[in-house]
């Protein structure tokens, strides 16, 4: 079976031909915006020719061959983060409350994450983004460090390995499953060419063992909800089927109707994500709910607080600190995360080398800019480029936050007007 003939199974011919035409084409280009760290105003006045989306608040489609929105400092500030506008519908369809405790089970590079925290900042959520993959895990972890999260816990774990170690833990589950990736063809040529059946249902075996794990560690009144960046229904409508046959207190919730949205007759509820008719890669979306009454019932974690002295230096209040080889971390989670294996067990505040605390690039994306030392352009090209500054203010030999445009950039530790740059390495323009 060829994938023309895969996707007949539920599409007629000329949507078929409709959906080919269109994976020729150029793919898009979108992005989700910070307004913590820049309002839609300005960001529209730096790039003038950005797309609003139809529907999704702070979202925009942009012209790559225009601005190279990668390569920018704001991109590596957090400002922005790039995902396609397809998968920003995941976030935009889970029910979450304040406080809610989330599984992003196959996290990385981590868009589902920050577009639902990006989306739901009143909400003090929090997240374990996890992901199989260690290479992938640190990718996640250095996005989530952009955006200056303190609420993720980036984790790299088989869950299949521990999840019963989690019963009934999570408010919500997002479980974007790994598949065939027919929505990757116009952004990766070997997709199309790698494409087979036997592909597809050995995708499908997995899925279907992560959803059965899902609905083991997803609390009562939770909500679920699947993805995939595939276009066959043995990997989409075949596993949620599966789901709802096999756990009786499973059921689909009716997603809202678009016209830009495709629905099958095999599972009308859930939705289809096509090029040809919605202006992003493509997706399939399900969202599940678990019935019965919700629980508050959850372990504590017990990880004290030592370094109380640097938390009151930076006005910080958090409940738990985790120290792993000098370098420490803060959150606040009520979960046991001892048996996860942490990439990035909340915010890294900093690291003690000799017993000088020395603060992090993340801890300086999660401040706010009002305390920081502003850069004027000259400075911050400087800045970004590695270089030290010479600033004669009258403060106090320190460590400081830098900004420019409010838009805070790393520390620089300030001895006698001198300040040595801190500024990540890797990032250096």
Request: charged fraction near 25%.
């Amino acid at each position: 079976m060829n994938f023309e003939e895969n996707l007949s199974q539920y599409l007629d011919s000329e949507f078929i031909n409709e959906l080919l035409l269109a994976q020729e084409k150029e793919r898009t280009n979108s992005l989700i915006l910070n307004t913590q760290k820049m309002s839609k105003d300005k960001f529209k006045e730096l790039y003038p020719n950005i797309k609003e989306h139809p529907f999704l608040e702070n979202v925009f489609y942009y012209d790559k061959k225009e601005y190279e929105l990668g390569k920018s400092y704001l991109f590596d500030n957090g400002v922005y983060y790039l995902i396609d506008a397809s998968s920003l519908l995941v976030s935009y369809y889970l029910p979450t409350k304040s406080d809610d405790l989330v599984l992003d089970l196959c996290s990385a590079p981590g868009g589902k994450t920050i577009s639902l925290l990006l989306s739901n900042q009143d909400k003090n959520l929090k997240v374990i983004a996890n992901d199989l993959s260690h290479q992938r895990s640190l990718e996640l972890s250095k996005n989530i460090e952009r955006q200056g999260f303190s609420n993720v816990v980036v984790t790299n774990n088989d869950f299949s390995k521990i999840y019963k170690n989690y019963e009934a833990k999570f408010n919500a589950i997002i479980l974007d499953a790994p598949c065939s990736g027919s929505a990757m063809f116009r952004k990766n040529s070997l997709a199309k060419s790698d494409w087979n059946l036997n592909k597809v249902l050995k995708q499908q075996m997995i899925q279907k063992e992560l959803i059965e794990m899902a609905h083991f560690m997803l609390k009562e009144d939770g909500y679920l909800i699947y993805s995939t960046c595939s276009f066959s229904k043995e990997e989409n409508e075949d596993v949620i089927l599966h789901a709802l046959n096999k756990f009786d207190d499973f059921e689909i919730v009716n997603l809202e109707d678009k016209s830009c949205y495709y629905r099958s007759k095999i599972l009308p509820e859930a939705i289809h994500l096509f090029p040809n008719l919605y202006e992003g890669e493509g997706q399939f979306i399900a969202l599940l709910h678990k019935k019965g009454l919700a629980s508050t019932t959850s372990n504590k974690s017990k990880n004290k607080i030592v370094h109380k002295d640097l938390l009151n230096k930076f006005n910080l209040q958090f409940e738990n600190e985790i120290n792993i080889n000098k370098e420490i971390y803060l959150n606040n989670f009520i979960l046991d995360i001892s048996k996860l294996n942490l990439i990035r067990p909340g915010l890294h505040f900093g690291s003690l080398e000799k017993n000088i605390f020395i603060p992090s690039f993340h801890l300086a994306h999660y401040l706010d800019s009002k305390n920081s030392i502003s850069l004027t352009e000259e400075e911050f090209k400087k800045y970004i480029h590695g270089e030290e500054l010479n600033k004669p203010l009258k403060i106090k030999n320190d460590f400081y936050v830098v900004s420019y445009n409010n838009i805070n950039l790393g520390f620089v530790k300030f001895v006698n007007g001198r300040m040595k740059n801190y500024y990540p390495k890797g990032l250096r323009h």
